[in-house]
């Protein structure tokens, strides 16, 4: 019988899995947030082009987790201070001159392109043009080659995510 070849990663998973997600959810406080992110960790080490050898795998695990932690603690930072800035925005109706309309678009644009992977390409799309360029509902069906009731159901799926997140955010305060 040959034997079968032992694959690092899948060693290094079965072997380390469970602890690595024990020690995330000490960090996180969250089971499910520590299982994506061992999931992300190994998936970070899957697109390595060659594993390197590997004294203290944990040491190693350790240190890939963390920077991706501190990248979603950043991420996360930046889109709160977005959503929040742009709440205040929208709610200050004295902003009404060129240079705080502009100010608006750009936010409104980086607001939804931070929420990019939240949000099917469509209503993103819909929402950028309707918000930031001014395109009419007619003039986004054409664009997007779908109806003009498909553009209002796009516009009011991205403004219920927007308006959820929010809230989301002001529930953690």
Not at 1 to 20: C, F, K, N, Q, T
Not at 70 to 90: G, P, V, W
Request: proline share 4%; charged share 25%; hydrophobic share 45%.
């Amino acid at each position: 019988m040959s034997a079968h070849p032992v694959d690092p990663i899948a060693e290094l998973y079965s072997s380390h899995r469970g602890w690595l997600q024990g020690w995330l959810r000490k960090k996180v406080g969250c089971l499910y947030q520590a299982a994506d992110l061992v999931q992300d960790t190994f998936v970070k080490l899957l697109a390595l082009p060659q594993l390197p050898v590997l004294r203290e795998p944990r040491a190693y695990l350790l240190v890939t987790a963390n920077h991706l932690l501190i990248n979603q603690f950043r991420r996360r930072k930046l889109e709160e201070e977005t959503l929040r800035t742009m709440a205040i925005l929208a709610e200050d109706s004295r902003a009404h001159g060129p240079e705080d309309i502009t100010a608006s678009r750009q936010l409104l644009r980086q607001t939804v392109l931070l929420l990019a992977d939240e949000l099917d390409e469509k209503p993103r799309r819909a929402f950028l043009m309707a918000r930031i360029d001014g395109l009419s509902y007619a003039e986004i069906a054409i664009e997007l080659g779908v109806s003009e009731s498909s553009v209002k159901q796009y516009l009011a799926k991205v403004l219920a995510h927007c308006h959820a997140r929010l809230y989301a955010l002001n529930a953690h305060d």
